[in-house]
């Protein structure tokens, strides 16, 4: 399968923070932001793969500042990485505030999504190709979170079974 330049797939989505979207405080749902982070990651993995994905897995999110009604929110993702039928999506969360211009980020996360066959099974994906050097940290950087992340899996699913086991 040929290589394909992660800017074919990258993603970028605005919108404008609404009362509906945001807590007594006036700041936006931890939820709404990670159902657009997860949304996002989702469309960029199908542009890559172009076929149907499931997310797998995502990593830690840390909401480093609140995002106030009536600020927009952006949320861009682009792939980091692929392996045999998983792709790493990287996501970054800003906000703007409109009367300023001022912008800020305001939260990361990895996404792993899976690419389903014909048979609902997992399917190869093509390779992605880095290209600016943010990209290329995040290609080069992507095996030693992979490691951890099946670490994690292979945890939980051994918890599972002592918890299992014990009631
Ligand atoms: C993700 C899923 C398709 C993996 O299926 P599986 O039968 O366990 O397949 P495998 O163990 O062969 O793994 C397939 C790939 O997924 C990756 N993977 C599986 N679980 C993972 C996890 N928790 N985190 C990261 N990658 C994961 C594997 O590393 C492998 O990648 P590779 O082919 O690039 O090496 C399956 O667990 C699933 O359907 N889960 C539910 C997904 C879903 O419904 N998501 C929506 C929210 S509930």
Redesign the pocket.
């Known amino acids: 399968m040929n290589a394909k330049p992660v800017s074919a797939s990258r993603t970028m989505m605005t919108d404008l923070v609404l009362p509906s979207d945001a807590n007594v405080y006036g700041t936006i749902f931890g939820g709404k932001v990670m159902a657009y982070v ?1 949304k996002i990651a989702s469309i960029t993995a199908m542009r890559h793969c172009r076929m149907p994905v ?4 995502t990593d830690s999110f840390n909401f480093l500042a609140p995002i106030h009604v009536g600020e927009a929110i952006s949320v861009e993702a682009f792939v980091a990485w ?7 999506i990287f996501c970054r969360i800003e906000c703007e505030d409109l009367m300023t211009g001022q912008r800020k980020e305001t939260g990361t996360s990895y996404l ?1 999504f ?1 690419a ?1 066959g014909s048979d609902g ?2 399917a ?2 093509p390779p992605v190709e880095p290209e600016t050097d943010e990209e290329k940290w995040h290609f080069e950087t992507a095996s030693l979170r ?1 490691k951890q ?2 670490a ?2 292979q945890d ?1 699913r051994q918890q599972r079974q002592t918890r299992q086991s014990e009631t």
């Open positions: 997860d499931v997310t797998a897995s692929t392996h045999n039928t998983s792709m790493e792993t899976v389903l099974k997992p190869l994906v992979r992340r099946l994690a899996r939980h």
